[in-house]
Nanobody, 125 residues
Framework: VQLQASGGGLAQAGGSLRVSCEASGRAFSICHMGWFRQAPGKEREFVAAISWSGDRTSYADSVKGRFTISRDNAKNTVYLQMNSLKPEDTAEYYC???????????????????WGQGTLVTVSS
């Protein structure tokens, strides 16, 4: 599975953005998908994950209630809708695929085998 993230940009605090990640390959529909982010000078951190069927999701506490992860298996795409953005959400956002067949949704980088390039989200105050 190859991943291509897009949709980043500049938003004002309190605003919204949606980032997308399109996958190539038929294996997408059996992969759990995750979003991570890395702010300048900080380590990459977990943001959200969604099961292969879309029936289970997981979020970092810092984004819970503001961000929504979803997927469209017919389009081989996973989305991250970001609302009520804060300046501390500024980061490079990465999507990742877990095709290990484990049941649990991973929140650690090692749980994901394929990574896309990042898309930059900048939130101004």
């Amino acid at each position: 599975v190859q991943l291509q993230a897009s949709g980043g940009g500049l938003a004002q605090a309190g605003g919204s953005l949606r980032v997308s990640c399109e996958a190539s390959g038929r294996a997408f529909s059996i992969c759990h998908m995750g979003w991570f982010r890395q702010a300048p000078g900080k380590e990459r951190e977990f943001v959200a994950a969604i099961s292969w069927s879309g029936d289970r999701t997981s979020y970092a506490d810092s984004v819970k209630g503001r961000f929504t992860i979803s997927r469209d298996n017919a389009k081989n795409t996973v989305y991250l809708q970001m609302n009520s953005l804060k300046p501390e959400d500024t980061a490079e956002y990465y999507c990742a695929a877990d095709y290990s067949a484990r049941r649990l949704l991973g929140s650690r980088e090692w749980a994901y085998q394929n990574w896309g390039q990042g898309t930059l989200v900048t939130v101004s105050s």
